[in-house]
């Protein structure tokens, strides 16, 4: 029998750069071709039963890319999640970010936490957009949020478990069930490490711009067929 549709799906959306690049565009072309897709095939992902889907949209290290990237993918940040309001809430879905503030300009940040309040009753899935976002500093955020109550006596070092610690994420979802990674790297970057403990990996090698219905379902499809034995030794 197949496995059913996975709850938690998360994409680490790569090689918009390289997209670019193939077509003698410049990598910018590749961010606004990625943002365009993303778009289509969020709403697909999510109206196919898929709850929560988590993307990986910037990372912690991504600021050492040249001023003219980030500058273009901060504006590409700000006018999006602007313009993009009303297309989130007429699709009843509800956004909401991972990552850490600094050093995010207060004005993506006065749009985000727009976004985030103004989709905050949205039913049909949940979009959990990284930015600035590292997995490693997740862990550590979450280990300060926990020391904080506990010193402050309100948490007790027993009702920390494994199950309780997702509360300390920067947002409180399941584990992610099924991870995909465009564009042929093989590699987890250190996205979402506590919540990809059991995931099911599927690396492609198309480029996120070209991420499309019929590349999700093949990776769907695949997911599907597997022996998923979740929590076990083997
Ligand atoms: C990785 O491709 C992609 C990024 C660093 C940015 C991802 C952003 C988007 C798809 C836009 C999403 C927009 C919103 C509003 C969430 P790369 O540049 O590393 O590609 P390369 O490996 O080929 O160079």
Not at 138 to 147: G, L, P, Q, T
Request: neutral net charge.
């Amino acid at each position: 029998m197949k496995n059913s549709i996975p709850t938690h799906v998360g994409i680490i959306m790569d090689g918009n750069g390289r997209w670019a690049t193939r077509r003698g565009l410049v990598r910018s072309a590749g961010h606004q071709a990625g943002y365009d897709r993303l778009k289509k095939t969020a709403l697909y992902i999510l109206h196919k039963g898929v709850k929560y889907l988590s993307i990986f949209a910037f990372s912690t290290e991504n600021f050492k890319r040249s001023k003219e990237e980030v500058d273009f993918l901060m504006n590409l940040f700000c006018t999006g999640f602007g313009k993009e309001k009303d297309f989130f809430r007429e699709n009843d879905v509800k956004v909401v970010f991972s990552g850490r503030d600094k050093p995010l300009s207060k004005k993506l940040m006065k749009i985000m936490d727009e976004l985030e309040d103004y989709t905050k009753d949205c039913k049909a899935g949940i979009l959990n957009i990284c930015l600035n976002y590292g997995g490693q500093a997740e862990i550590v955020d979450a280990s300060k949020k926990i020391a904080l109550l506990v010193k402050e006596d309100k948490l007790n070092i027993e009702d920390i478990t494994e199950e309780t610690f997702y509360k300390y994420l920067y947002n409180d979802l399941p584990p992610i069930d099924l991870l995909i990674r465009t564009s042929g790297e093989i590699r987890i970057s250190n996205f979402m490490l506590y919540s990809l403990s059991y995931a099911e990996l599927v690396f492609t090698s198309t480029c996120f711009p070209d991420f499309d219905e019929k590349e999700f379902d093949a990776c769907l499809e695949d997911y599907q067929n597997r022996n998923i034995t979740k929590g076990s030794v083997k």
